[in-house]
């Protein structure tokens, strides 16, 4: 089992950035994909999720309007559109997989997690 993440780096603050995580080694249709972050001293926090196949998404409050989670099923990847990024959104940004139908926000809910790609927003 691999989820790769890649797409991270610096951008100023009000840019934007795409995110992808890779499936490999699991039927990925038949799980629900989330993301969280870490920033430098803090804990990992939730920032979206999403079903098993689109329509189903949850996000976290301070993400909400800026953030946009979507997944290929063909592809076995989700990605994370994130725009008008703010410093306080720098952190390692994680992705997690979790079996079966329901988006969750807990993160010991996912089975199979990634190495993370860091975020760095600062002008």
């Known amino acids: 089992v691999q989820l790769q993440a890649s797409g991270g780096g610096l951008v100023q603050p009000g840019g934007s950035l795409r995110l992808s995580c890779a499936a490999s080694?699991?039927?990925?249709?038949?799980?629900?994909m989330g993301w969280f972050r870490q920033a430098p001293g803090e804990e990992r926090e939730f920032v979206s999720a999403?079903?098993?196949?689109?329509?189903?998404?949850l996000s976290a409050a301070s993400v909400k309007g800026r953030f946009t989670m979507s997944r290929d099923n063909a592809r076995n990847t989700v990605y994370l559109e994130m725009s008008s990024l703010k410093p306080e959104d720098t952190a390692v940004y994680y992705c997690a997989s979790k079996f079966g139908v329901t988006v969750s926000m807990d993160a010991s809910r996912y089975d199979y997690w990634g190495q993370g790609t860091l975020v760095t927003v600062s002008s």
């Open positions: 080694g699991f039927t990925f249709s038949r799980y629900a």
């Open positions: 999403i079903g098993r196949i689109e329509g189903t998404t």
